[in-house]
């Protein structure tokens, strides 16, 4: 039983923080990068589809993004998505690829960029941490019904309380690592 909270505790820690590596994944830095662009949604053939179904991504510079549609009939779509979508960024359209020029950011942006790091590194320390007292609770009421010993349950709250540390320890790296990246020019 103890063995099945510790294993169900771990597996929600680390989604949630395959779930803030996510979202560090798609912030902006002053890098171009195909993530930036690949989740974008795009009107066409009658749905909504992603544009890294539709077009080939790459990277000729570091700064410059290009977007090259399989069907240049839905040019003109992808360019309106990608306006709409919430990157900032300006495509410039030749009639064959799409160009994003990815602005460098500035130090008022990049300061802002690190204070949304630090923001999402601590709600997901809270929902670690409401993680393990859920935990805890469900250990306490194993051993209120005198299914396991005190000594087991300190042991287990012990265990709980190493794997939250670890998790908690992976976030502060990630937030660190993001917060560094996003803070160069």
């Known amino acids: ?3 099945e909270i510790h294993k ?5 820690m680390k989604d949630s923080v395959q779930a803030l590596a996510g979202r560090y994944s798609k912030m902006r830095g002053g890098r171009a990068r195909a993530d930036l ?3 974008v949604k795009v009107e066409c053939y009658g749905s909504s589809m992603s544009l890294e179904q539709l077009a080939s991504i790459s990277i000729p510079e570091p700064r410059l993004l290009v977007i090259e549609p399989w069907d240049k009939s839905i040019l003109k779509n992808v ?3 990608i306006l709409t979508s919430d990157l900032g960024i300006n495509p410039s359209n030749d009639g064959n690829v799409i160009r994003l020029a990815v602005p460098p ?3 008022e942006r990049r300061e802002g960029l690190a204070k949304i790091t630090r923001e999402w590194a601590e709600e997901v320390r809270v929902s670690i941490r ?3 007292r859920v935990a805890r609770a469900k250990i306490e009421d194993l051993e209120k019904r005198k299914e396991i010993s005190e000594d087991e349950k300190k042991r287990a709250e012990k265990d709980i309380q190493n794997l939250t540390d670890d ?3 992976q976030i502060d790296e990630m937030q660190e690592t993001k917060a560094k990246q996003v803070s160069q020019i």
Do not use: D, P, Y
Not at 8 to 12: H, I, L, S, V, Y
């Open 37 to 39: 662009v690949s989740e």
């Open 8 to 12: 169900e505790t771990k597996e929600k």
């Open 167 to 169: 998790f908690v320890n």
């Open 130 to 132: 409401n993680l393990r």
């Open 1 to 3: 039983m103890i063995k």
């Open 105 to 107: 950011l500035t130090e």
């Open 79 to 81: 360019e309106k998505a």
